[in-house]
């Protein structure tokens, strides 16, 4: 059971180790490309008679792209992610089992099922 347990741990940390590393080649890109397109605007005046410094727009929107990608990575993945999930699915389950067992007392002390109709109702 360890070895299993070591793997899916080694597994998690190889995805984990794959996303950052995805998210800082996107950083890279991100800043070749904003120097690329500050040449192509102000070198070489692409663009620059009809849309001005349109550069800035791009790099702006290129950047709000990044952040994405970084909230992605590192907080929505780690907040939302499948421990998340699982810890939710838990907690539901859990409250779930409390409600059926208070719902149960309740007709106990009623009258309306007896003790023994309650290992009926869990077997089923």
């Known amino acids: 059971m360890k070895n299993q347990e070591q793997h899916e741990a080694y597994e998690k940390a190889r995805k984990r180790i794959q996303q950052k590393k995805h998210l800082y080649w996107h950083f890279v890109f991100f800043l070749v490309g904003s120097v690329f397109l500050i040449i192509l605007n102000v070198l070489l005046k692409v663009g620059e008679e009809r849309f001005g410094d349109w550069f800035v727009w791009a790099i702006l929107i290129w950047l709000f792209f990044w952040a994405l990608h970084f909230a992605n990575i590192f907080v929505f993945k780690r ?7 699982r810890i939710e699915t838990d907690k539901l389950i859990e409250k779930h089992i409390e409600k059926v067992q208070k719902l149960e007392k309740k007709l106990i002390d009623k009258g309306v099922i007896s003790p023994d109709s309650e290992k009926k109702i869990l077997d089923n």
């Open 79 to 85: 907040f939302f992610g499948k421990d998340w999930e």
